[in-house]
């Protein structure tokens, strides 16, 4: 019987911002999937995991998801171009992360998606703060006041996002999965500076 090829994934480098997050239950060591990692480079060690790192990939994956829905909105509407790239490629590298990290989940056998009942996460910050009510307001800003209404919010979107790669890079056990998280925290930060200055002129 043939092998199928493994695809590889490509985690393009991002531009970023900034949910404190602690795991649920204990900090076991968990022991990965002996299944061969997608891409050499990106996919989370063999070595083992643990379930902060789960948490850390479940609470991105939907972080990463509201953040898609609100710069697909933003590339479609705001006026200046420069605002509008910005939200393509955050679009664009997002969607492809979202994929990278539900691969390393099935890889482990863990679920994809988290508890989203409200304060179910407190100890650890609690999901992302932007939520359907943001993002609903968000869509029905028009005109002037849409680019500055995007950035702020997005602004505020990203600084959770580095908050939550800070706290896997300092509590995480999978190499992979701390990695991601010191890329996301470097792209976030710069996107989140691009954003400020957008703001700013």
Known sequence: ????????IVLPAVLVLPL?????GGGQERQASTEPASAASDAPAS???NEHDVMFLQMMIAH???????????AGR??????RNLAAAVAATQTEEVKTMTSWLRKWSEPTTTDHAPGSHAEHGGLPATGPKEIRTLKRTTGAAFE?????????????????????????GDAGAKAFAKRVKESRTDQIRQMLGMLNS
């Open 1 to 8: 019987m043939s092998r199928r090829p493994l695809r590889r």
């Open 20 to 24: 404190m997050l602690t795991a649920c």
């Open 47 to 49: 070595s083992g995991y």
């Open 64 to 74: 990463h998801e509201q953040g898609v829905e609100m710069a697909r909105v933003a």
């Open 78 to 83: 705001a006026k200046r171009a420069e605002v």
């Open 148 to 172: 500055p209404a995007f950035l702020n919010l997005f602004v505020a979107h990203q600084h959770n996002a580095v908050k939550m790669a800070e706290d896997e890079a300092a509590k995480g």
